[in-house]
Each structure stands twice: as structure tokens, then as C-alpha cells.
């Protein structure tokens, strides 16, 4: 069978780590009329793969022998936090890191574990950043308890937006800040390295299932209206969920806060002072962001809302669901 455009999508994600660079080089592609498996080979004969696999090689090259570091050190209990930007990650790091020792809490606050040794890592009871779940793995120990918060998908993509427009541009290097300060929220969702972004479509989908999905669906929040691929995404986004030791809700913040605390057996009762709220930024003057002025959500702006949320917007769901039903 010859390759679709999903196949092509997937396959540059899993080999190259990648979206295609435009829907003009997926067409190049489908235009050669072969199967998945030689697709799949090509990318692996492929020069970028070869650099990558130098790449990879010479990171685990890295790592120390976990059995030259202290076993009960391997033993120890870590907490891992996987931080989705604007769903209230920002206060619950601040809250968490109260609960540990500052040498035990690790640096790395976004996806940069591949540049410690095991033998570092293994130092560090509390995780917490922008990591993707493959480089969790990473993290020695056999009592490591993964967590996550979620928020309700369309409320979220419309706070990051309008968050990264707030910064003050300071660096090249801010591309997300400079994308969002260029383009209109219409203009930037349709731009071609947005439309599959991981911080921007269905970013929880892709986060617990390492997939992009195809962004076809006929009825948002409706699972009968997708299609297989989306389907077998969903199932495994909702088995990867229930997997970890726990997840809150941004919505239930308080609930998922005094959870969290019973499971972990942390001592707090009480309130959290909420960090990153884009209006006390502003208003207390912060040199690195801006006040700005919201757009009038249109039909259009909705339509670009929910194809970038419509998977996410059913794991939500589910995930909304169980969390009530657990109260």
C-alpha cells in the first residue's frame, strides 16, 4: 500500500524527530508512489539521520554505569513533574520545590536531560520542566512517580498565545514570542510550522503518545467522528494519562493541589499564590512583558481553535470525567 500523508507525518516525528519542512516536500514524496516500509528506509539512509545518530551516539556516550552510583540512591523516590506550559506548571513547581532540598531539585527546566550523566541525575529527587516522556526515561531510579496538570484545551491554546505576545523581545532566539508579536492569532495558527507544532496542536496528545495526529475530524468533541489513527492516539494518550501517579486539573487547581499533597503525603493545607498570571506581570511592571489587546474571537478564529484542540478536547474531557468521579 503506498503512503499517505499521516505516514509521511509520522515516520519524519518517530526517525527524524521532525515535521515535514512543508505540505510541498509531504506532495514530493507522495508523488513517488511507495510503500511505507521503503519510505521508512529512505529516511533512515537518509544524511539528517545519520547526523542525528552521530548526535545521539555521542549523548550516550554521556552516561555512566548506573551500577558505579550508590544503589539506595537508585532507590530513592523522584518526583517527576512534565510541565505543559500555561496550565498553572509555574505555581505548582514554585510549590513543589518547598517540599525539597535546593541540591535535590533539578536544573534542567526544559527538555536538556540528555546533557547530564546518569551519575549527576542520579542526585536529584525532584524533576520538574518542559520534558517530553522519552527523556524521562532518562532519569534513574525505580521509584520515580511521573505527574502532570491539564486545562481545558481551547482555554489553554488562547492563554499561550496571548502570553508569548506579551514578551518583550529581547533574543533571536524567542521564537515563539516573535511569531506571536508578528501574526495575528489566525495568521499564527496557520503558519505552517504552528499548524503541527507541539505547544500549539494538541500538544497533550502528542506529549503522552509521541504522535502528531492527522487533524481531520468531523465534529468536534465527538469521537465518533474520527478517524482510525486519531482513534488509536486517543486510547493510547488516555492509557499513557492513567499511567502516571497522578494528574490535576487547572480548573480544580485548590482539589488537584490537596490531592497531590494526600498522595505524596506532603504537609500543606491551605491556598497557593498563583505565579505567571500574565495581569500581575504587567501590572507589577515587569520589564520582560507587555500589555495586550486581545482579538474578538470570530467564526474563523474558532475554526483554527479546534482543529489545533480537537483530540485534546476529548483526553480533557476523560480526564475532567474521572477526575470528578474520584471526588
Known amino acids: 500500500m503506498m503512503i499517505n500523508k499521516n505516514d509521511v507525518k509520522e515516520a519524519y516525528s518517530w526517525i527524524l524527530g521532525r515535521q515535514p519542512e512543508s505540505n510541498d516536500v509531504v506532495g514530493k514524496w507522495l508523488d513517488k508512489g511507495i510503500d511505507a516500509m ?23 556516550d554521556k552516561v555512566v554505569s548506573v551500577a558505579s552510583t550508590d544503589i539506595k540512591a537508585i532507590d530513592e523516590e523522584r518526583l517527576v513533574f512534565l510541565h505543559i506550559p500555561k496550565t498553572g506548571g509555574t505555581t505548582l513547581h514554585e510549590f513543589l520545590c518547598g517540599f525539597f532540598d535546593k541540591e535535590k531539585i533539578c536544573p534542567a527546566r526544559y527538555d536538556t536531560l540528555w546533557d547530564f550523566k546518569v551519575g549527576e541525575l542520579v542526585n536529584y ?26 486545562r481545558e484545551p481551547k482555554a489553554r491554546l488562547i492563554s499561550a498565545y496571548y502570553f508569548w505576545r506579551s514578551h518583550v523581545i529581547t533574543s533571536k532566539s524567542q521564537q515563539l514570542p516573535i511569531l506571536t508579536n508578528r501574526y495575528s492569532f489566525c495568521d499564527f495558527l ?15 496528545i502528542q506529549l503522552l503518545t509521541g504522535c502528531v495526529p492527522t ?113
Not at 521503503?38 to 545518530?53: G, V
Not at 496557520?190 to 497533550?204: C, D, Q, V
Request: with cysteine; aromatic share 10%.
Open 38 to 60: 521503503a519510505f521508512r528506509t529512505m529516511l533512515l539512509e537518509s544524511n539528517e539521520f545519520r547526523d542525528k545518530s552521530k548526535t545521539e551516539s555521542s549523548k550516550i
Open 215 to 327: 487533524g481531520e475530524f468531523r465534529k468536534y468533541g465527538d469521537i465518533s467522528g474520527l478517524n482510525s489513527h486519531d482513534k488509536i492516539l486517543l486510547e493510547k494518550a488516555i492509557n499513557k494519562l492513567d499511567s502516571l501517579e497522578f494528574f490535576g486539573l487547572l480548573e480544580e487547581f485548590d482539589e488537584s493541589v490537596r490531592r497531590l499533597s494526600e498522595k505524596l503525603n506532603l504537609n500543606f493545607k491551605g491556598r497557593i499564590e498563583k505565579k505567571m498570571v500574565l495581569k500581575d506581570l504587567v501590572n507589577q511592571g515587569s520589564n520582560d512583558f507587555k500589555s495586550v489587546v486581545k482579538e474578538t474571537l470570530t467564526e474563523n478564529h474558532e475554526l483554527l481553535i479546534e482543529r489545533n484542540t480537537y483530540l485534546d478536547e476529548l483526553l480533557f474531557k476523560y480526564a475532567l470525567s474521572k477526575f470528578k468521579n474520584e471526588i
Open 190 to 204: 496557520e503558519l505552517e510550522n504552528i499548524r503541527n507544532g507541539a505547544n500549539t496542536f494538541n500538544p497533550y
Open 125 to 150: 529527587t525532584f524533576f520538574s520542566g518542559h520534558y517530553s516522556l522519552p527523556t524521562c526515561d532518562l532519569i534513574p531510579g525505580v521509584n520515580n512517580k511521573v505527574i502532570t496538570f491539564l
